[in-house]
């Protein structure tokens, strides 16, 4: 089976205005093993009503910044940080 059909599940932190957006400090997602980054930031924002800030909000994966091309394998242990510009602006990987 193929990593792309498998699904886990990994837990989503929410900071500054995602949080506030979300109400939530965290929660988990169960999103396809291998994937896209631009296919779990979608899911991320469709899941949990971010629209409002899809075009400068980040993710990261484990604590470490994640190129917005890059393909992610995630496992159960993974945890996914949602993290707008805290200073304003647009920020770039």
Excluded: H, W
Excluded at 28 to 57: A, F, G, M
Excluded at 77 to 83: L, M, P, R, S, T
């Amino acid at each position: 089976m193929d990593d792309s059909t498998v699904e886990t599940q990994v837990k989503i932190l929410f900071f500054a205005k995602a949080r506030e957006l979300t109400g939530k400090k965290e929660c988990y997602i169960t999103v396809p093993k291998k994937l896209s980054y631009n296919n779990l930031r979608d899911r991320v924002i469709s899941q949990y009503k971010l629209e409002d800030i899809r075009d400068t909000l980040i993710l990261a994966v484990n604590e470490e910044f994640v190129s917005s091309n890059a393909t992610l394998v995630l496992s159960e242990k993974d945890e996914i940080a949602v993290i707008p510009p805290l200073s304003g602006g647009l920020f770039y990987l």
